[in-house]
């Protein structure tokens, strides 16, 4: 499978395109990153260097890939991060490029926008493209629950309220729907919740509560999702083995104390994990 992926990138550490394409060629993909910025380290340490990319230049690159002849055997599109509208209708107008030489392709959207106690994160006027314009264009989209709230202008207290949030979301278009971290009235205090609906079906899946928190987790989880996704279009078998595998990389990283996600010191996680979970219909 090719998939094209278009995110942030950093020389140091694992955000972005830095934690999503290894995991997808580690699972046997050709993958062809683009990055919308290149820093030296993830914003959370405070101070970075290097520079944001705009549209014409994402554009410039896609120009280049389809010269080669190859777009029409692109499988799927990744997108993550989306600093500036200008580099959003980039990402939307490549979707478009690709869909027009091959129809089959999927478009994932990791819908970045903000997070429980943190709140929005993003520039203004993202939130809004990506409710807008974002969301309706993709087949595919990996919300965490504050955004699945924004996006579907829903609370979620409950699981019956997180599918409705999900069933609200269906009819703006993507017709899967991955809650990459869910915490409802029927979550223990020492787990936490992944949630997929696809056709009126919903499946979640219960994982211990780690203590590690590090960037780029939630990038590695989209991508690991659309792989198996893309491989046998079943909701319900890509996020068994997505759980999977990000359970086992997180776990590695906080016995390891490491600030940054061990994305290639855990690879084998990512196509052997070495903890299942049983998935339930719900």
């Known amino acids: 499978m090719n998939i094209l ?3 942030s990138h950093v020389a140091y550490g694992h955000v972005g395109n830095a934690s999503a394409v ?13 990055h919308t910025v290149q820093f030296s380290n993830h914003t959370g340490y405070g ?9 014409p230049a994402i554009e410039e690159l896609v120009d280049g890939i389809a010269a080669r002849g190859v777009l029409g055997r692109c499988d799927g599109i990744l997108s993550g991060y989306m600093g500036s509208s200008d580099i959003g209708n980039a ?75 999900i069933t609200r979301i269906h009819a703006l278009g993507p017709r899967v729907v991955l809650v ?12 936490i919740d992944m949630l997929a609906g696809e056709d009126g079906a919903y499946w979640r899946v219960r994982t211990p509560k780690l203590t590690v928190s590090v960037n ?17 279009r079943r909701a319900d078998t890509a996020l068994a083995e997505a759980a999977a595998s990000i359970y086992g990389l997180l776990h590695r990283t906080e016995a390891a104390g490491s600030r940054e996600i061990l994305t290639v010191a855990a690879q084998d996680e990512f196509v052997a994990p070495s903890r299942k979970f049983s998935i339930e219909p719900v």
């Open 47 to 55: 101070d970075w260097t290097g520079r944001v990319f705009d549209g």
């Open 5 to 7: 992926s278009i995110q």
């Open 216 to 232: 780029g987790a939630g990038d590695a989880i989209s991508a690991l999702f659309f792989v198996h996704y893309l491989r046998t």
């Open 91 to 165: 990402i939307l107008s490549t979707v478009g490029r690709v869909r027009e030489a091959n129809p089959a392709t999927l478009y994932a959207c990791d819908p970045v926008i903000g997070d429980v106690g943190r709140g929005v994160f993003v520039r203004p006027g993202i939130p809004e493209f990506m409710r807008d314009q974002a969301v309706p264009a993709a087949d595919l989209i990996t919300p965490n629950q504050f955004e699945l709230e924004y996006l579907s202008q829903m609370e979620t207290p409950t699981l019956a309220a997180a599918k409705d949030a």
């Open 180 to 191: 990459t971290s869910l915490h409802t009235q029927d979550t223990p205090p020492d787990a």
């Open 22 to 34: 290894f995991p997808m060629q580690r699972l046997g993909c050709e993958v062809w990153p683009i």
